[in-house]
């Protein structure tokens, strides 16, 4: 099991938009629409922000997005904030009934 | 709103066991949902170690598979992790989390962390 391909570092300044992607296997990510995206600041429980490829929470900005296409999963944030400097983990449902998680992307908001 | 909180040991020796419980409130365990835990090394990424559904059935990741144990006690409203012969490398903030749906947590205690060392 195999953990999914993210960006390790990406940065944007505010009011920006940028977009994380996770890549896997057409045994994961590409085989099911089955991947969330959680949100870490440093210290704190991860916080989930996309789930079912698109799906935002009750609470969560609409200014997160998310999409797949094939074997990658993409996360847009538009008008980048401060607050949204933290790490992003994408994770994906697996043909084994597995869960596995990408290996995070730290954004850093310039 | 679902609550979890992580419990157990924050030391403990090569090879003996990890031991944790995590104290659900809000919810009663018998009712639904997916129950798990995910671990983070220090300054690493997250790793999904197990899950189990009210009913019991169980999923493990296949790379600790052999060492873990995953285990629901609805009358106290609780469920537990146990990891046998742990090494160095075990050594993470361990998480109790909660899915509605088995693709993703939903809501997460506040982690604990647990070294491994003599």
């Known amino acids: 099991q195999s953990a999914l391909t993210q960006p390790a570092s990406l940065s944007g300044s505010p009011g920006q938009s940028i977009t994380i992607s996770c890549t896997g296997t057409s045994r994961d990510v590409g085989g099911y629409n089955y991947v969330s995206w959680y949100q870490q600041h440093p210290g704190k429980a991860p916080k989930l922000m996309i789930y079912?490829?698109?799906n935002r929470p009750s609470g969560v900005s609409n200014r997160f997005s998310a999409s797949k296409s094939g074997n990658t999963a993409s996360l847009t944030i538009s008008g980048l904030q401060a607050e949204d400097g933290a790490d992003y983990y994408c994770?994906?449902?697996?043909?084994?009934?597995?869960?596995?998680f990408g290996g995070g992307t730290k954004l850093t908001v310039l | 709103q679902v609550q979890l909180q992580e419990s157990g040991p924050g030391l403990v020796k090569p090879s003996e066991t990890l031991s944790l419980t995590c104290d659900v409130s809000g919810y009663s365990l018998s009712r639904g949902y997916y129950w798990g835990w995910i671990r983070q090394p220090p300054g690493k990424g997250l790793e999904w170690i197990t899950s189990i559904y009210h009913s019991g059935t169980t999923y493990y990741n296949p790379s600790l598979k052999s060492r873990v144990t995953i285990s629901v006690d609805t009358s106290r409203n609780q469920f537990s992790l146990r990891l046998s012969s742990v090494t160095a490398a075990d050594t993470a903030i361990y998480y109790c989390?909660?899915?509605?749906?088995?693709?993703?947590?939903?809501?997460w205690g506040q982690g604990t962390l647990v070294t491994v060392s003599s």
């Open positions: 989390a909660s899915h509605w749906s088995y693709d993703y947590f939903d809501y």
């Open positions: 079912d490829v698109t």
């Open positions: 994770c994906s449902y697996t043909s084994d009934y597995t869960l596995v």
